[in-house]
């Protein structure tokens, strides 16, 4: 059985990529400083699967603890979500984003080296691309320079492991995530964020669940089909699969390069007001929202073209915007 440490292991995509990693068969190891997770996820994680995952509570920033974690244990593959996210933080905050997000990189990367380990998986966004010139946006199009120290962590960091991936012995994919929402279907994990949420739906089935009055759509002039920006949203069990399809790609050396990047969406871009409608069909509320001022930074629209994920990764989605919704919503009224 194959080992796998996943950093982040409690966070939003963390804990569900352990859940897929263990009902795929292999062992899995948490490291997860709690930082922006909760310890109760762990029971959750072993309530669904009925394994529990071996757990350490290490700070990525004490090169001493990862010197030692990486002394004492052997694994096959590390996926590594470990990292801070949110793009507001990080522009009042940037020497915290640069030691969460790459400092603790730059450690993983060198204890892989020491040990010979070659499997890495990195969560990159598609904040790389910033505004793309041509939609649906492939892995082809230029990385734009960063609207935030956030961003810039996710190029930089892609940047360290290509140059290791050409002079060391590891195999690396980064994931360009879209944007991941929803749930388990079993909703038992899910999102859970930190005071008031800055991302669109936990901030909508907040809205629908009496906790904020009211959502505000950031625009309704941008040159989109109905006014309000376009994303592609992409059910989280579905982002967690994709990763396990890249670890078995670098596992079973079908990898073409040492360093891969795939992007990893549903290839269909919703706006915000299509994203509030199927809400409110899946959930049968109506939503109170207003249309206010544009949100600085946001880009007019971003959805993927996947058919290099689809091809390479052998790996699609399979939940539509509405599943999404739904767990989103279910697992919002557990809360
Ligand atoms: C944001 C980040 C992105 C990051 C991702 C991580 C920015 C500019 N981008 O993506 O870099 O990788 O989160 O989770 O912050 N919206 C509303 N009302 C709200 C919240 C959002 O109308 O209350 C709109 C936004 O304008 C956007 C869409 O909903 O058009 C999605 O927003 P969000 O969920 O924050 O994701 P991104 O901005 O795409």
Redesign the pocket.
């Not at 996210?85 to 507001?88: H, L, Q, R």
């Not at 995530?177 to 929402?181: A, G, R």
């Not at 959502?215 to 625009?219: C, I, K, N, T």
């Not at 544009?294 to 880009?299: F, L």
């Given at each position: 059985m194959n080992r796998i440490l996943v950093t982040g292991g409690l966070g939003f995509i963390g804990s569900h990529t352990v859940v897929e990693l263990q009902q795929a068969g292999y062992e899995v190891v948490i490291i997860d400083n709690l930082y922006n997770s909760k310890i109760e996820v762990l029971e959750s994680i072993t309530s669904i699967t009925g394994i529990k995952p071996t757990y350490f509570n290490i700070d990525l920033r004490n090169k001493r603890a990862v010197e030692e974690f990486f002394s004492n244990n052997s694994v096959d593959g590390i996926i590594h979500f470990a990292a801070s996210?949110?793009?507001?933080e990080s522009v009042k905050n940037p020497l915290l984003y640069y030691e969460n997000n790459v400092s603790t990189l730059v450690y993983v990367l060198q204890e892989m080296k020491k040990h010979q380990l070659t499997n890495f998986i990195f969560s990159s966004?598609?904040?790389v691309y910033g505004q793309a010139d041509e939609l649906p946006i492939t892995e082809n199009a230029p990385v734009k320079p960063a609207?935030?120290p956030?961003?810039n962590t996710?190029q930089i960091g892609e940047e360290i492991i290509k140059e290791s991936c050409k002079v060391d012995s590891l195999k690396a994919i980064a994931l360009r995530?879209?944007?991941?929402?929803g749930a388990h279907e079993t909703a038992i994990i899910g999102e859970l964020p930190l005071g008031v949420?800055?991302?669109?739906?936990?901030?909508?089935t907040q809205t629908a669940a009496g906790i904020r009055e009211e959502?505000?759509?950031?625009?309704d002039d941008?040159p989109t089909k109905d006014g309000?920006?376009?994303?592609d949203?992409i059910h989280v069990v579905d982002l967690a699969k994709a990763h396990i399809a890249a670890l078995e790609r670098l596992i079973n050396n079908k990898n073409k390069k040492d360093f891969e990047v795939f992007n990893v969406g549903t290839g269909i871009g919703s706006?915000?007001l299509e994203?509030i409608k199927a809400f409110e069909k899946v959930s049968e509320k109506s939503l109170n929202y207003k249309i206010?001022d544009?949100?600085?930074?946001?880009?007019t629209a971003?959805y993927a073209d996947t058919t290099f994920a689809n091809n390479e990764l052998g790996w699609k989605t399979e939940k539509t915007l509405e599943d999404a919704l739904l767990d989103a919503w279910k697992w919002q009224l557990k809360q």
């Open positions: 996210k949110a793009v507001g966004s598609c904040t609207e935030s956030y961003g996710k995530y879209f944007n991941p929402i949420p800055q991302n669109l739906i936990p901030f909508v959502l505000s759509v950031f625009g941008y309000t920006a376009v994303r949203y706006s915000v994203v206010v544009k949100r600085e930074g946001d880009v971003a």
